[in-house]
Every structure is written in C-alpha cells, then in structure tokens.
C-alpha cells in the first residue's frame, strides 16, 4: 500500500468510527442566498461544504473537494448553451440551490443551480471525501481497487450516494431534502484550472479543488482535455 492510500486507508477507518456521530456543531444547513450568486464563487466556497445524502434509514456524508462552474447562453461547455429545452436543461433556469441530475457518457452528474432565477448558472460537484456512510458507499462502490477511487469524480460519487435523474429539482438548503448541503470546514489549500473533459471553454479557471486532498480526481493545473 502506497503513502497515498494509507493516507486514504486512514482517513476512512477515521470516518468509518466516527459513525453517526459526526460534529455537528460544523453542520448548518446552508442557506438559500448563498446559491444566489455568480457561479465561480459558488464553486469555490462550496469547498470544504458537506454533501448529505438520506438513504434507506441511513446518511450518507461527504465532503466537497472539487467543483466546477458553469455560466448560461456564453458558456460553450454549459447546459444552459444552445438555449432553454423542455425536460433537458429547464432546471438550469430555476433558483440558485435547486438540484440539477444529468446523463453524460453512462454518468449521472450532479450539479447545483446557482444565480436569480431564470439566469442559468450552476456548479458541478466533482468530488467528494466521504464521511459517513462509508460502508454504504464502498458497497455501492464494490468494484473498485482503490479507495480514492470510490468518490473521486462526478459520476463516481453519483454511483457511491445512489443520485440519479429522480433528484432534480430538489433544494439544497431546505434541512428536509433527502439531499442537501451544509457547512462545512476548510483546512486545506484550494488550488484551481480549467475546466476537465471540455473542448471549448472560458478564458479563466473554472475548476477548484483542495489542493492536499486524495479525492480530487486530478491534480494541479490541468489543460483541457477533448472529448
């Protein structure tokens, strides 16, 4: 076992002991106006946040470490470019910290609506270090060789906390969702880059990540990647 997947190793039997007894003193739901604001500053204070996940009598926790934004019409790489179409995209123009669930390459991808309603814009989580639940993620996530592995990626930790189509629509500050995001803490350096697997994109670094985290699904500066 490498440096990295002891860290890893540690991290989860760390998790795994804490059970269902998290801190809760960190974890306030977050409210409605933090959503209402430009994307890329969504993004990155959503680092360090917590992704919770009700399931089969169970909570599923994690903590964001990687995110990307997305902008309306002028953005090339968003949902929302193209324009407004029925049952596809239409929830990209809801209220910001409405949930939006979409299908790329087999993938269910898990996004966050951010902005005034009406003007689309929203956040794609990309990584998440689990904290809770982590039993019920591993078996989800059964296949897998390493644990870094098991939540390191968009449709990755879709699989680990069972997020599909069925949630779009949801709010993410409203403390009876079955998904919701609360406060969180952030100890670790954020580090950012272009956005991954897109062709065309913005001229600015749109990616965030905490640079020292074993679940970020790459590291360091990246340059865009074709799909």
């Not at 989580?125 to 592995?149: A, F, Q, T, W, Y």
């Not at 879709?158 to 409203?174: F, P, S």
Request: glycine content about 10%.
């Amino acid at each position: 076992m490498g440096p990295v997947d002891q860290l890893v190793d540690r991290r989860l039997r760390k998790a795994e002991a804490s059970g269902s007894n998290p801190d809760r003193s960190i974890m306030s739901i977050i409210t409605k106006k933090f959503f209402l604001r430009d994307a890329d500053i969504v993004a990155r204070d959503l680092l360090g946040c917590t992704l919770v996940r009700d399931l089969d009598n169970e909570v599923l926790r994690g903590k964001i470490v990687e995110t990307e934004a997305y902008f309306g019409a002028g953005d090339p790489a968003s949902r929302a470019y193209g324009g407004k179409l029925k049952q596809i995209n239409r929830w990209m123009w809801e209220e910001g910290g409405t949930t939006f669930v979409y299908m790329v390459h087999g993938n269910w991808l898990f996004n966050v609506i951010t902005g005034a309603n009406g003007d689309p814009s929203g956040v794609l989580i990309r990584g998440i270090e689990p904290l809770e639940g982590v039993e019920k993620m591993k078996k989800n996530r059964s296949k897998i060789k390493k644990m870094c592995d098991m939540t390191n990626g968009p449709g990755k930790l879709t699989k680990a906390m069972e997020i599909t189509k069925e949630h779009n629509g949801l709010n993410v500050y409203d403390e009876s969702s079955i998904i919701r995001i609360e406060e969180g803490k952030r100890d670790e350096d954020v580090g950012s880059s272009r956005r991954i697997g897109v062709s065309m994109d913005l001229e600015k670094d749109l990616r965030f990540f905490l640079k020292d985290n074993p679940f970020v699904s790459r590291k360091g500066g990246v340059q865009n990647v074709k799909r």
